[in-house]
């Protein structure tokens, strides 16, 4: 299975101020297809997972514009411009180009408010 | 509204079995593949089975391989999992999700149910 590892495990910003959270793959998400198969999920404290970025950089529907997603192969980045209260929570980054299926996320990353 | 509302949690114990079940609504459900991932308490995401749009491909996680098994009836616009020879380590929160696409494999979870609790103990 493809291991996703992602750094920092935690991090504590000042509202307004950016954030920026690592995920690496330990095989590339590139498929043969174009597509990049990387996404991005926040789970705020009581709440399920809700979907930020798809195939690498691509917000999805009411995502605001300060979060934003880049990289490729086996390198990829979430950052958030200028982080508010509501970004609290756990962030996932999850891959899925495999077939057969095997789904796999990240460890998560912890943003708290200083 | 697109809702995904789980059932079916509950305390078994270990080697007994359990069927989660997952209403959905405000979405056609035959034009999209589901899943089910889950939280451990305190833990990360899990993905534990996956289905595509019609029944006729599904997947599952090695950890749960030959003991669950998932299935959807696009007539009652439901997805379920049936659990069989529960251990200690599926304790957890399961989720039902809803797939970007129709297909398994290669797709977002775009929308997720708050869950229901699975408890395996003695």
């Known amino acids: 299975d493809i291991v996703m590892t992602q750094t920092p495990l935690s991090l504590s910003v000042t509202p307004g101020q950016p954030a920026s959270i690592s995920c690496k793959s330990s095989q590339s998400l590139l498929h043969s297809d174009g597509k990049t198969y990387l996404y991005w999920y926040l789970q705020k404290p009581g709440q399920p997972p809700q979907l930020l970025i798809y195939?690498?950089?691509n917000r999805f529907s009411g995502v605001p514009d300060r979060f934003s997603g880049s990289g490729s192969g086996t390198d990829f980045t979430l950052k958030i411009s200028r982080v508010e209260a509501e970004d609290v929570g756990v962030y996932y980054c999850?891959?899925?180009?495999?077939?057969?299926?095997?789904?796999?996320f990240g460890q998560g990353t912890k943003l708290e408010i200083k | 509204e697109v809702q995904l509302v789980e059932s079916g949690g509950g305390v078994v114990r270990p080697g007994g079995s359990l069927r989660l079940s997952c209403a959905a609504s405000g979405f056609t459900f035959d034009d999209y593949g589901m899943s089910w991932v889950r939280q451990a308490p305190g833990k990360g995401l899990e993905w534990v089975s996956g289905i595509n749009w019609n029944g006729g491909s599904t997947g599952y996680a090695d950890s749960v391989k030959g003991r669950f098994t998932i299935s959807r009836d696009n007539a009652k616009n439901s997805l379920y999992l049936q659990m069989n020879s529960l251990r200690a380590e599926d304790t957890a929160l399961y989720h039902c999700?809803?797939?970007?696409?129709?297909?398994?494999?290669?797709?977002?979870?775009?929308?997720w149910g708050q869950g229901t609790m699975v408890t395996v103990s003695s």
């Open positions: 195939e690498v950089s």
């Open positions: 999700v809803q797939h970007s696409g129709y297909d398994l494999g290669r797709e977002a979870f775009d929308i």
């Open positions: 999850m891959q899925s180009i495999q077939l057969p299926p095997r789904y796999t």
